[in-house]
Each structure stands twice: as C-alpha cells, then as structure tokens.
C-alpha cells in the first residue's frame, strides 16, 4: 500500500482449470484489496491451455473455466472487477510445437464469449452458439467431428 503500486497497477489473476478454487480466488480478491488495490482483471482461455500437443479443443474443458470465474465474479464485491482477459494460447513456449490452432478453436471461443455474455450457459444459449456458426451440433464433452 505504502508503495503507492496499487494506484498505477491492476492485478490479473491467471487460472485455467476447469475445476478452479472459487473460494480460493474470492480470498486471494480479498488480500489484494486490502493491499489497495482497487481493481482487479481475472484471465481465462478459450484454448491452448490443456495440453503442449493439443491438436483440437475440449470446449467443456474452458466453458467449465468461465463458469467458475463467473462464480468467482458473483461472489466478489460487484465492483472489483475490472474485466476478463479471454487468451487463446498459440504454444507454451518458444521452442514447442503449435498447439490447436485458432480454426478448430472458433465453436469454443463463442461457447466461452456467450457463456460470459449471458452469465451462464444453456440449451438455449448452445442453440444460439450454433445458430451463429452455422453447426447442426455443438458437442462440449468429446472433441468436436
């Protein structure tokens, strides 16, 4: 606080999994807050963050990511959050292959982006995903045919 750090940063708290800490990031909030910091940005993937040799994207994976950060958002002071970075990793590091590329991770980045849109995901939102891309069947739980 006294650094006066909190006055020209934003904290991004970095979690991918499908089964994240809620309460875990609610505290970690909490600390940073009463550290000064006023605001903080949350970062999720749309793909890329499963695996150094993903070829394809497992959409309940992230869409099961962006739930709980939605659950982190609502259980948090409604003024905390300053937004979410959605990343869509390319390769783990400089010398990796390439992961999934950005085509075949299109379905999940519109699952993910509706999901926060609308607050939650539903049939009816799955309908509007396909619907908007043209699919006959979005699938969530096994890799897309």
Not at 57 to 80: E, F, R, Y
Request: net charge negative; with cysteine; charged share 20%.
């Amino acid at each position: 606080s006294e650094s006066g750090v909190p006055q020209l940063v934003q904290p991004m708290i970095w979690d991918y999994a499908a089964d994240l800490d809620v309460e875990g990031k609610v505290h970690l909030i909490e600390k940073y807050r009463k550290c000064g910091f006023s605001k903080v940005w949350f970062a999720s993937a749309f793909k890329g963050a499963t695996g150094v040799n993903q070829s394809l994207t497992l959409i309940g994976h992230h869409l099961k990511n962006h739930l709980q950060w939605l659950k982190v958002a609502s259980s948090s002071p409604a003024d905390v959050l300053e937004g979410i970075a959605l990343t869509g990793w390319q390769r783990y590091d400089h010398f990796s292959v390439l992961c999934e590329l950005l085509p075949v991770a299109i379905p999940s980045l519109a699952v993910c982006l509706q999901a926060l849109q609308n607050g939650g995901y539903s049939e009816k939102i799955k309908e509007n995903v396909e619907k908007l891309l043209g699919m006959s069947n979005l699938e969530t739980e096994t890799f897309m045919r």
